[in-house]
Nanobody, 121 residues
Framework: VQLVESGGGLVQPGGSLRLSCAAS????????MSWVRQAPGKGLEWLCG????????YYADSVKGRFTISRDNAKNTVSLQMNSLKSDDTGLYYC???????????????RGQGTQVTVSS
């Protein structure tokens, strides 16, 4: 199993970024996928999830209305469009399996190496 995140970088407050995650080694199209992040000095925070066919999405209150998760099962990718970024959004972002639709960890799952997002002026 491999999950490879990309697209992170430095962005000013109010700006946008689009993260991508390329998956391989498992039946991607059958899995519910999530994005999680780890802010400096804090634990993992579940942000959002998308069901296997991409028709239903779920968001944490902290990102609802600003972030949009999507997937392309033909390309085995899941993406995260982030708008109206704030300094609190700074952190290491991962795509992951193993979470419920409410963000509860349900099994060990898999997670990539992450991509760094820094929101700063």
């Amino acid at each position: 199993v491999q999950l490879v995140e990309s697209g992170g970088g430095l962005v000013q407050p109010g700006g946008s970024l689009r993260l991508s995650c390329a998956a391989s080694g498992f039946a991607f199209s059958t899995f519910y996928m999530s994005w999680v992040r780890q802010a400096p000095g804090k634990g993992l925070e579940w942000l959002c999830g998308i069901n296997s066919d991409g028709r239903v999405t779920y968001y944490a209150d902290s990102v609802k209305g600003r972030f949009t998760i999507s997937r392309d099962n033909a390309k085995n990718t899941v993406s995260l469009q982030m708008n109206s970024l704030k300094s609190d959004d700074t952190g290491l972002y991962y795509c992951a399996t193993g979470y419920s639709v409410t963000g509860r960890k349900t099994w060990n799952g898999w997670r990539g190496q992450g991509t760094q997002v820094t929101v700063s002026s």
